[in-house]
């Protein structure tokens, strides 16, 4: 496949991405580049995951979980910068 905008290649729907933000409803943040507040009690989940049906497979798809939940339906991005 060929790389997106940013370089990077085949980033949707092999596991939910964990993000080191707090979680936050777009009601109370901004829409474009949130960051979320400065703490809170979930962490913010992007993008879906080989587990959800196709509708929930896309990078603007948020969930949330506790920093201490663990299962096989998340994990995190590995990115190398040349």
């Known amino acids: 496949k060929a790389a997106n905008a940013l370089g990077l290649y085949d980033m949707a729907g092999n596991v939910w991405e964990q993000v080191t933000d707090w979680y936050d409803s777009y009601l109370v943040s901004p829409s474009t580049n949130p960051l979320g507040p400065v703490s809170g ?42």
């Open 41 to 82: 009690t979930y962490r913010g989940l992007r993008g879906g995951s080989w587990n959800n049906p196709t509708e929930y497979v896309r990078s603007s798809d948020r969930g949330y979980l506790t920093p201490v939940t663990t299962n096989d339906h998340f994990g995190f991005r590995v990115v190398r910068n040349p």
